[in-house]
């Protein structure tokens, strides 16, 4: 069965400092993952997603992740922070050979201060 | 383009009464999937369907609570005879037809209270 990781349910970084969400997950399959960003009282918006092919992918707003097969990792990168970063942040995994839905984690919160 | 658009935003029932949750997916999205969100614990995947047939229910709890995905009108999410621990957020989300990698795109979410 699949699932996903997140370590560290909440972090806080200041305004322009690195901004570093990790993801770890199972699967027997080659995966495909997915970051999502979700803002208060709204639904997830997709951030990037990796399928095939390059293993760093860009997303929007800045950020970026890096598909690291050895270390079954999936983290997700900002190089500066900014106030408006600050929200939720689910990792998920899909395996849709099998024809499943998103498997998300728990999700990280980041905060950012000025 | 619309959305895929989820109401009410906020629904309050009583102990005991009948909700339902309607979700109206993306134009040209066939595919529908429920979500619930608890604090500290991320999106549970409920049950995934597409146009009258629920392909995966495994998330679905056994009592209570059913889906569907009619020919002609949006997905509802049905709870019946609700209890607190129903209190949650319950989010849909739709992709469109075919068997390439599609993201799933979001409703905001109907925010359920049970009192």
């Known amino acids: 069965a699949q699932s996903v990781t997140q370590l560290g349910s909440h972090v806080s970084v200041s305004e322009g400092a690195l901004v570093l969400l990790r993801c770890n997950y199972s699967?027997?399959?080659?995966?495909?993952l997915f970051w999502y960003v979700q803002y208060p009282n709204q639904g997830l918006q997709l951030l990037l997603k990796?399928?095939?092919?390059?293993?760093l992918v860009k997303g929007i707003n800045g950020f970026e992740a890096e598909f690291k097969k050895s270390e079954t990792s999936f983290h997700l990168t900002k190089p500066s922070a900014h106030m408006s970063d600050a929200a939720e942040y689910f990792c998920?995994?899909?395996?849709?050979?099998?024809?499943?839905?998103?498997?998300f984690g728990k999700g990280t919160t980041l905060s950012v201060s000025s | 383009n619309a959305g895929v658009m989820q109401n009410p935003r906020h629904l309050v029932r009583r102990r005991g009464q009948e909700a339902r949750l309607r979700c109206s997916p993306m134009?040209?999205?066939?595919?529908v999937y429920w979500y619930r969100q608890l604090p500290e614990e991320g999106l549970k995947f409920m049950v995934y369907?597409?146009?009258?047939?629920?392909?995966?229910e495994s998330g679905m709890p056994k009592e209570r609570f059913s889906a569907e995905f009619p020919k002609e009108g949006p997905s509802i999410l049905r709870i019946q005879q609700v209890v607190r621990g129903d209190s949650a957020a319950y989010f849909c989300?739709?992709?469109?037809?075919?068997?390439?990698?599609?993201?799933?795109?979001f409703g905001n979410g109907t925010r359920l209270t049970v009192t």
């Open positions: 989300a739709s992709s469109p037809p075919g068997t390439s990698v599609s993201p799933l795109h």
């Open positions: 699967s027997s399959v080659p995966p495909y």
């Open positions: 990796y399928t095939t092919g390059a293993t």
């Open positions: 998920a995994v899909s395996d849709l050979q099998a024809g499943t839905a998103l498997i």
């Open positions: 134009k040209g999205h066939s595919h």
């Open positions: 369907l597409q146009k009258e047939n629920i392909i995966d």
